[in-house]
């Protein structure tokens, strides 16, 4: 098997567009962890941040549960263009663009390239550590409601 693509690191730095953010209807899947962590950020107990801040979808076999959109689609938590829970923000963002699906070849990383002007920019991430930011995804899967 050939050496991965990003053997020498990747560069990505945000450039805050707010482009993942909102724009377009989409999902913040939360784990369990997220939800602790967002729900002490915000000083409020588990329940209550779930009942507030968050919406159940239904995936069809099974539920998942997702931070709320704005009618425009913006993130619940993108206040004037920044994101109010960033020290606690969801593993998802946190670990945005070094998502599996995106590191499956080159060609997946410079097509996401096309939608995040980050991508390919600033500071250079080591394999070590976009495979830390990959393996905290998978050890805090989204929660899942049967
Ligand atoms: S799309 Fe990329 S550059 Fe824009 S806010 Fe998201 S991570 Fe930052
Ligand atoms: S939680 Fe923060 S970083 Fe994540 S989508 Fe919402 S505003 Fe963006």
Same mark, same amino acid.
């Not at 567009?17 to 784990?31: A, D, I, M, R, T």
């Given at each position: 098997? +050939? !050496?991965?693509? &990003?053997?020498? +690191?990747?560069? $990505?730095?945000?450039?805050?567009?707010? &482009?993942?953010? =909102?724009? %377009?209807?989409? &999902?913040?899947?939360?784990?369990?962890? *997220?939800? *602790?962590?967002? !729900?002490? =950020?915000?000083? /409020?107990?588990?329940?209550? $941040?779930?009942?507030?801040?968050? @919406?159940?979808?239904?995936?069809?076999?099974?539920? /998942?549960?997702?931070?709320? %959109?704005? %009618?425009?689609?913006?993130?619940? $938590?993108?206040?004037?263009?920044?994101?109010?829970?960033?020290?606690?923000?969801? @593993?998802?963002?946190?670990?945005?663009?070094?998502?599996?699906?995106?590191?499956?070849?080159?060609?997946?990383?410079?097509?996401? =390239?096309?939608?995040?002007? +980050?991508?390919?920019? =600033?500071?250079? &991430?080591?394999?070590?550590?976009?495979? !830390?930011?990959?393996?905290?995804?998978?050890?805090?899967?989204?929660?899942?409601? /049967?």
């Amino acid at each position: 098997m +050939g !050496a991965c693509f &990003y053997e020498k +690191g990747l560069r $990505f730095e945000c450039q805050n567009c707010n &482009y993942c953010c =909102g724009v %377009e209807p989409g &999902y913040v899947f939360l784990s369990e962890e *997220d939800i *602790d962590r967002l !729900a002490a =950020g915000l000083s /409020m107990e588990r329940q209550a $941040f779930v009942d507030t801040w968050c @919406r159940i979808v239904d995936m069809g076999a099974f539920k /998942m549960v997702s931070l709320l %959109e704005k %009618e425009n689609y913006d993130c619940i $938590f993108l206040q004037d263009g920044r994101c109010r829970v960033y020290e606690c923000r969801p @593993r998802q963002c946190e670990t945005y663009p070094f998502w599996a699906h995106v590191l499956e070849d080159r060609e997946s990383w410079e097509r996401e =390239g096309q939608s995040c002007p +980050g991508i390919n920019k =600033g500071k250079l &991430y080591t394999k070590k550590e976009i495979e !830390a930011k990959l393996s905290s995804r998978v050890e805090n899967n989204p929660v899942i409601i /049967m």
